[in-house]
C-alpha cells in the first residue's frame, strides 16, 4: 500500500504559476501510473494529467494542455505537476491519485488517492 501526500498548493493570481508536489511513502512510486486529479466546487473530480510508470507516456486534458506539465522523479519517489500560466477556472482542490494496472482518466479507476491540495487562482 502508498500513502500519498499533496503540497504546493496556495493563492496565486492569473497568469502565475505554481508547481505541485506529490510525495510517496509505504511502497516505490514507480510501481504505479500516477494521475492529477482536480475538483472544483459543484463540480466533478476530473483527471488533468496522468504519467505512465516509466515516465515515458504522459495525458493531459484539453483544459490544460500547453499549461500544466506532469514529470515524476522515481528514485525520490516524488510526482509533480508545473502549472503556468493560470487561469481562475483553474481553481480546485487538486488530487494525487496511483493506479497500478494501467494509466486511466476515471476516478473510479484510481487505486490510491492523497488528501489533496487547494490551489486557488485569483482575477
Known amino acids: 500500500q502508498v500513502q500519498l501526500a499533496e503540497s504546493g498548493g496556495g493563492l496565486v493570481q492569473a497568469g502565475g504559476s505554481l508547481k505541485l508536489s506529490c510525495a510517496a511513502s509505504?511502497?516505490?512510486?514507480?510501481?504505479?501510473?500516477m494521475h492529477w486529479f482536480r475538483q472544483a466546487p459543484g463540480k466533478e473530480r476530473e483527471c488533468v494529467a496522468a504519467?505512465?510508470?516509466?515516465?515515458?507516456?504522459?495525458y493531459y486534458s484539453d483544459s490544460v494542455k500547453g499549461r500544466f506539465t506532469i514529470s515524476r522523479d522515481n528514485a525520490e519517489n516524488t510526482v509533480a505537476l508545473q502549472m503556468n500560466n493560470l487561469k481562475p477556472e483553474d481553481t480546485a482542490v487538486y488530487y494525487c491519485?496511483?493506479?497500478?494496472?494501467?494509466?486511466?482518466?476515471?476516478?473510479?479507476?484510481?487505486?490510491?488517492w492523497g488528501k489533496g491540495t487547494l490551489v486557488t487562482v485569483s482575477s
Open positions: 509505504g511502497r516505490t512510486l514507480s510501481s504505479y501510473h
Open positions: 504519467i505512465s510508470r516509466s515516465g515515458g507516456n504522459t
Open positions: 491519485a496511483a493506479r497500478v494496472l494501467s494509466s486511466s482518466t476515471s476516478k473510479g479507476a484510481m487505486d490510491y
